[in-house]
T-cell receptor, first 110, second 113 residues
Framework: RKEVEQDPGPFNVPEGATVAFNCTYS??????FFWYRQDCRKEPKLLMS???SGNEDGRFTAQLNRASQYISLLIRDSKLSDSATYLC???????????FGQGTELSVKP | EAGVAQSPRYKIIEKRQSVAFWCNPI?????LYWYQQILGQGPKLLIQ????????DSQLPKDRFSAERLKGVDSTLKIQPAKLEDSAVYLC???????????FGPGTRLTVT
């Protein structure tokens, strides 16, 4: 079983749509959780951290369920500029290594 | 603030040849990481340095890969000899001690023919 597994993509959605990505992790000792965004042929960049209480940043909402070892990312009112690969990331502890999922590709069409 | 610098950006070599990649982290970042990202996959950690010491190299293929960070600043990753399956993007990242956010460089795209 992979340490971090994401929905297989790609997701093709029209502008304005709401899209949700799901992710599960295998190690219950995982301490912190993130979503990174990676544009085509670019490096990953932090999109947002994920907290147990859930957190929102504009059109983006992240949720964490520690009991189910499940992380989600919701994007509302999708924009063309949201087209990218979204990477679910788990950290085993402060200063520890990041474990990346395989990524879910999103393509937003006009 | 300057970001993480990497060179070269692209490299094409034949199998069994050697190659080296260079990374200069953000100034003041004590922790440096090298990742391998194969097409269609997420980045996989190869090695983590804290200053000039190795913290984690459990996934580094030590028979062919080596890395060093002698003065605790910039770092070099070497592959010798290269195999076809080493074709990937090699990403360097750095972080301030105690921080969770890692800042990535633009990567080196390696093609082994």
């Amino acid at each position: 079983r992979k340490e971090v597994e994401q929905d297989p993509g790609p997701f093709n959605v029209p502008e304005g749509a709401t899209v949700a990505f799901n992710c599960t992790y295998s190690n219950s000792a995982s301490q912190s959780f993130f979503w990174y965004r990676q544009d085509c042929r670019k490096e990953p960049k932090l999109l947002m951290s994920v907290y147990s209480s859930g957190n929102e940043d504009g059109r983006f909402t992240a949720q964490l369920n520690r009991a189910s070892q499940y992380i989600s990312l919701l994007i509302r009112d999708s924009k063309l500029s949201d087209s990218a690969t979204y990477l679910c990331v788990v950290n085993m502890g402060q200063g520890g290594k990041l474990i990346f999922g395989q990524g879910t590709e999103l393509s937003v069409k006009p | 603030e300057a970001g993480v610098a990497q060179s070269p950006r692209y490299k094409i070599i034949e199998k069994r040849q050697s190659v080296a990649f260079w990374c200069n982290p953000i100034s003041g970042h004590a922790t440096l990481y090298w990742y391998q990202q194969i097409l269609g996959q997420g980045p996989k950690l190869l090695i983590q340095f804290q200053n000039n010491g190795v913290v984690d190299d459990s996934q580094l293929p030590k028979d062919r890969f080596s890395a060093e960070r002698l003065k605790g600043v910039d770092s070099t990753l070497k592959i010798q000899p290269a195999k076809l399956e080493d074709s990937a993007v090699y990403l360097c990242a750095s972080t301030v001690g105690g921080s969770y956010e890692q800042y990535f460089g633009p990567g080196t795209r390696l093609t082994v023919t």
